[in-house]
């Protein structure tokens, strides 16, 4: 059982990153939405392209604040919001007769944070992380490594991910793979296929 996991699992809004960074930065949020997409830093970093302490000295530089490393790190991890889209004992549940897999483009810096706020992580056997991967959805690469994570063939595996094009990618793999639609229609679709928890 692979799952993404923004989205998926943990909601976010990126929102509350970017206007807490204009209180500090003094740029309206606009301003630092569009110099932080049109940088591309964010991608790099969660491609294990650049190094969380790379990443923090870009962004601060893009816009120009001097805040300390933790705080930083804070602000980034902020955009994360509370709870959990699955149940944490549905996911759990699912371990003791599945293998779990994490599959997701994220970097150090966020899962580090995630790791420690949200228990429900604990339930996987194995993490497919872009940043470790140096790969992120929905190139071969990520996949293939999920596959061999998942220790089974690919039409074995079954995949949910809030995006359709990281769907997609995974049914050229040879996964079943289902859009997640929330909780509610994610357990229908598991439910089909013959999981309990």
């Not at 056997?125 to 490594?145: F, G, N, Q, T």
């Not at 990281?166 to 999981?195: K, S």
């Amino acid at each position: 059982m692979i799952f993404d996991l923004g989205r998926v699992l943990v909601d976010f809004d990126f929102m509350r990153g970017y206007r807490t960074m204009s209180e500090i930065s003094g740029l309206d949020v606009d301003e630092i939405r569009s110099r932080f997409h049109s940088s591309g830093i964010a991608s790099q970093f969660e491609s294990g392209d650049i190094s969380e302490q790379e990443f923090e000295r870009r962004t601060q530089a893009l816009l120009g604040t001097s805040m300390p490393s933790d705080q930083f790190e804070q602000i980034w991890f902020s955009v994360f919001l509370p709870g959990t889209l699955m149940p944490e004992d549905v996911v759990a549940g699912i371990r003791r007769n599945h293998r779990t897999v994490l599959l997701s483009n994220t970097n150090e810096m966020h899962f580090r944070g995630l790791k420690r706020h949200y228990p429900i992580l604990e339930h996987f056997d194995a993490y497919v992380l872009s940043h470790e991967a140096r790969a992120m959805k929905p190139l071969p690469a990520i996949y293939e490594a999920a596959i061999r994570a998942a220790g089974c063939r690919p039409e074995e595996c079954f995949f949910t991910d809030d995006v359709a094009e990281f769907v997609e990618g995974a049914r050229r793999h040879g996964i079943d793979a289902v859009q997640f639609q929330g909780a509610a229609h994610a357990m229908e679709q598991l439910a089909a296929r013959g999981v309990t928890w």
